[in-house]
């Protein structure tokens, strides 16, 4: 099974601050790393998939980048709405399909 | 609009089971692969089954596997999530989610409302 491992837990940031999330995968991934984002209450929703492209409708503050097994999102300056859970996903190899443990984003 | 709205859940007690729905409104239901995920209370995402397009080719997680069971109508746009044997860990909202592809795992990339599943004696 591949482990991912998200950092750090929580993250406290200020709105135009600049946001970078990390995942680590146990073994490679190649570039099958999808970003997800929960806010309290809700789905989760789709933000970024095969590492670095930006599903329908995301803005594009929000970038992923990386590949085999780091991994980074990356918000460039934090809207009061992106205050919220990240987690990470991969579809390399499977089944299980995994998740991270999930970065916290929270008002500072 | 593309939509999936769960059903079912509610409160049981260990060892009796439960059957969750989805209803899939606003897409041809019938041409995407549709997973389960579930989400502890105050815990991280934890995907639990996949069924291909047409229902032929099913995949569980260690977790749900001999006791949940992934099934689909696709002529009444619903999948199913029959859970049986529960026991307290099994507490968790439950999501279905559509997945890009049809016959392969792509990307979630729209998920229901979630269900309420609590198993508590």
């Known amino acids: 099974e591949v482990v991912l491992t998200q950092s750090p837990a929580t993250l406290s940031l200020s709105p135009g601050e600049g946001a970078t999330l990390s995942c680590r995968a146990s073994?490679?991934?190649?570039?099958?790393l999808a970003w997800y984002q929960q806010k309290p209450g809700q789905a989760p929703r789709l933000l970024i998939y095969d590492a670095s492209k930006r599903a329908t409708g995301v803005p594009a503050r929000f970038s992923g980048s990386g590949s085999g097994t780091d991994f980074t999102l990356t918000i460039s300056s934090l809207e009061p709405e992106d205050f919220a859970v990240y987690y990470c996903q991969q579809r390399s190899d499977w089944p299980p399909l995994t998740f991270g443990g999930g970065t916290k984003v929270e008002i500072k | 609009q593309v939509q999936l709205v769960e059903s079912g859940g509610g409160v049981v007690q260990p060892g009796r089971s439960l059957s969750l729905s989805c209803a899939a409104s606003g897409f041809t239901f019938s041409r995407y692969a549709m997973h389960w995920v579930r989400q502890a209370p105050g815990k991280g995402l934890e995907w639990l089954a996949v069924i291909w397009y047409d229902g032929n080719y099913k995949y569980y997680a260690d977790s749900a596997k001999g006791r949940f069971i992934i099934s689909r109508d696709n002529s009444k746009n619903t999948l199913h999530l029959q859970m049986n044997s529960l026991r307290a860990e099994d507490t968790a909202v439950y999501y279905c989610?559509?997945?890009?592809?049809?016959?392969?795992?792509?990307?979630?990339?729209?998920w229901g409302q979630g269900a309420l599943v609590t198993v508590s004696s």
């Open positions: 073994q490679s991934v190649s570039s099958y």
């Open positions: 989610a559509r997945d890009v592809g049809s016959s392969w795992i792509d990307r979630f990339d729209v």
